[in-house]
């Protein structure tokens, strides 16, 4: 169930608020795993490059990749909690 800016929600329990917040977290390591596949990051001749150019880029596109999954991102959170939750509502 895909959650919108429309659909009354109850407010989340403490439980569900981690839960939720550790799907966020999963989707955004996936996401940075995705962009740094797609090139995104890497240094740019013009730049100069070197070690530190790299590893502030790496920062940036983790940082790039949270800011998506906490817009929305590509729906992997929603689908990640919703079986969270269903596992540990079930038990």
């Known amino acids: 169930m895909k959650i919108s800016a ?3 929600t109850a407010p989340l329990s ?3 608020t981690q839960l939720k917040a550790a799907a966020v977290e999963l989707e955004a390591t996936f996401l940075a795993e995705m962009l740094k596949s797609a090139g995104l990051g890497k240094a740019r001749n013009s730049f100069g490059g070197g070690a530190g150019e790299d590893q502030f880029a ?3 596109v983790q940082h790039q990749a949270r800011q998506l999954a906490q817009s929305g991102g590509i729906g992997l959170s929603e689908t990640l ?3 969270m939750t269903e596992k540990t509502h079930a038990e």
Request: proline residues 8%; aromatic residues 8%.
């Open 58 to 60: 790496s920062i940036l």
């Open 14 to 16: 403490s439980a569900d």
């Open 81 to 83: 909690f919703t079986a």
């Open 6 to 8: 429309t659909t009354p």
